[in-house]
């Protein structure tokens, strides 16, 4: 079952890393901007351009995915089954649900993950008594800092 806060991460962040293994034994991870919340025990997601990460759910669907929010370094590790849909009445569902939340990219497949496990993650800066403001904020200004040898940014 996923939790108000689970399901808020996943809508919040909208991109989830998942995992799954290929017929060889060897892993691959993938970003996926497609990642919704579909019930309150299913994630559900849409091959724009994954086709490994397809043919590996389909030969193996044990799956896991990860969703961090890179400010606050927490999030959450769902573990779980895909079930790759081809085409059909639900495939057509999915469509009109990516199509209400604007997503205007073709998709070939439609990725369903049955929850069954789900673990927080989170950073060790929390270990030292860090609380979330303190973490986004040392974050938040780590990623507006200029990279190392970077030129300055264009004057606007």
Partial sequence: MLSPEMKSCVERQRLGFVASVGGDGAPSISPKGSLAVWDDATLVFVDVRSP????????????EINVVDVLTRAGWRFRGRARVLLSGPTFERVREFYAARGMQRP???????GVEHTAALQSPAYDDGAVEDDVR??????????????PPPAAI
Avoid: D
């Fill in 52 to 63: 490994v990460t397809v043919r590996n759910l389909i030969e193996n669907p044990a799956v």
């Fill in 107 to 113: 998709f070939e497949h439609v990725v369903f993950v």
């Fill in 137 to 150: 904020l040392a974050w938040s200004t780590y990623w507006m800092a200029p990279a190392p040898g970077a």
